[in-house]
């Protein structure tokens, strides 16, 4: 007795595109995302190099207007904890990133596709070197399907850091 599993099983989440960096590069650019797809989730798991600590931005359709908003909550191990918030801003800042540490988030963005709607993303970021962790709520105000998102970041990634975007299929 056990669990049957039948081939014919739709996957849940589909890769539409990954990028691993060789060491040279600051800005993952995901360019060709079809909107079959009910939403999006980007996983990014890697290093940056730099003499100082930095952010990791995330923006919709190339948009560097001041249409981004979001807040968030964060603590560490040390007991250091705290929120801020930016409204209008020109990105949704999704990780602080320490230099030479590994770092690791996954952003869910709702209705991608969606041209009606303001555009939302819930991310969780975890930093396993420092013991931190920051959950956060952001939403792009532009109305346009997302058709292309960028992360940028203030210094390049180490080489063999990635960064993954997931479709979910529509059911």
């Not at 049957?4 to 650019?29: C, L, M, P, R, W």
């Not at 590994?102 to 555009?119: L, P, R």
Request: charge should be negative; charged fraction near 15%.
């Amino acid at each position: 007795m056990g669990v049957t599993y039948t081939s014919n099983q739709a996957k849940t989440y589909e890769v539409i595109q990954t990028y691993t960096s060789s060491g040279s590069t600051s800005t993952f650019d995901f360019t060709t995302i079809p909107s079959t797809y009910t939403d999006l989730i980007l996983v990014y798991n890697g290093t940056f190099v730099g003499g100082n600590n930095g952010g990791i931005r995330l923006r919709f359709n190339n948009d560097s207007n001041s249409n981004y908003d979001y807040l968030r909550v964060y603590g560490t191990q040390s007991d250091t904890k705290g929120s801020d918030n930016n409204f209008s801003n020109t990105f949704i800042d999704i990780a602080y990133m320490i230099a030479g540490s590994v770092e690791t988030f996954q952003c869910h963005i709702n209705s991608y596709a969606s041209t009606t709607n303001k555009k939302t993303v819930v991310s969780h970021f975890a930093s396993p070197d420092n013991d931190g962790t920051m959950q956060q709520a952001g939403t792009w105000q532009g109305t346009a399907a997302i058709n292309r998102i960028t992360l940028s970041s203030d210094y390049n990634h180490v080489s063999g850091s990635m960064a993954t975007l997931y479709g979910i299929k529509k059911a």
